[in-house]
């Protein structure tokens, strides 16, 4: 069972370049979220979904875009990368009842120059 | 908004001696609170939850945390820390509402362990 995977591990990325940053669960969970750890911060929530075709804004937005096609995949886009988004971002997931814990992939660490 | 304080930032213990780490959380009413656990390049691992019933919480590897509510805080507790517990410790907040899973963390604390 792999659980939430994550790809790619490390990007270099110029500023104003774009790209997408994978996730895929293989958990049948209905919510799928990003989230941005920088240091002293904790974890920020950028985007969220409840389910295929349901996406709503976190708590750091800004500069990012999410879509959810499918209940397996969250790609999380960065339309034109600044070095303010250099951080180490998870992808998380869970199950529908209250009570479920989040489950994280393993992080993709993005650098900005 | 709901908020989450960790006031130590590092932490260092000898290997065998107790542990406690803080978290105070802000919120209007009775959260749900976790513990999670990141070993150097992974993801985040739950070491224990709490949603309602007793207050003191028993997790993975030895860990508990205890609710109180006068005090707004879910402190973690180890009796005896193994080196393998060196990691960072984040707790968190969640408003598991309609609109989704919106999880508040602190700024986590960094456990280093003597030898």
């Known amino acids: 069972n792999a659980g939430v995977t994550q790809t790619p591990k490390f990007q270099v990325l110029k500023t104003g370049q774009s790209m997408t940053l994978q996730c895929a669960q293989d958990?049948?969970?209905?919510?799928m979220s990003w989230y941005r750890q920088d240091p002293g911060m904790g974890l920020r929530l950028i985007h969220y979904?409840?389910?295929?075709?349901?996406?709503d804004q976190g708590e750091v937005p800004n500069g990012y875009n999410v879509s959810r096609s499918t209940t397996e995949d969250f790609p999380l886009r960065l339309l034109s990368a600044a070095p303010s988004q250099t951080s180490v971002y998870f992808c998380?997931?869970?199950?529908?009842?209250?009570?479920?814990?989040?489950?994280f992939g393993n992080g993709t660490r993005l650098t900005v120059t | 908004a709901q908020s989450v304080t960790q006031p130590d930032i590092h932490i260092t213990v000898s290997e065998g001696a107790s542990l406690e780490l803080r978290c105070n959380y802000s919120?209007?009413?009775?959260?749900?609170l976790f513990w999670y656990v990141q070993s150097p390049g992974q993801g985040l691992q739950l070491l224990l939850k709490?949603?309602?019933?007793?207050?003191l919480v028993q997790g993975i590897k030895g860990f508990e945390a205890e609710f109180k509510r006068s005090q707004s805080s879910f402190n973690l507790r180890k009796p005896s820390v193994h080196w393998s517990d060196a990691a960072e410790y984040f707790c968190?907040?969640?408003?598991?509402?309609?609109?989704?899973?919106?999880?508040?963390f602190g700024g986590g604390t960094r456990l280093m362990v003597k030898p």
């Open positions: 998380a997931s869970r199950q529908g009842e209250r009570n479920s814990p989040l489950h």
């Open positions: 958990m049948n969970h209905e919510y």
């Open positions: 979904s409840v389910g295929a075709g349901i996406t």
């Open positions: 919120y209007g009413a009775t959260p749900y």
């Open positions: 709490y949603f309602s019933g007793d207050t």
């Open positions: 968190a907040v969640g408003l598991f509402n309609n609109a989704g899973n919106m999880l508040t």
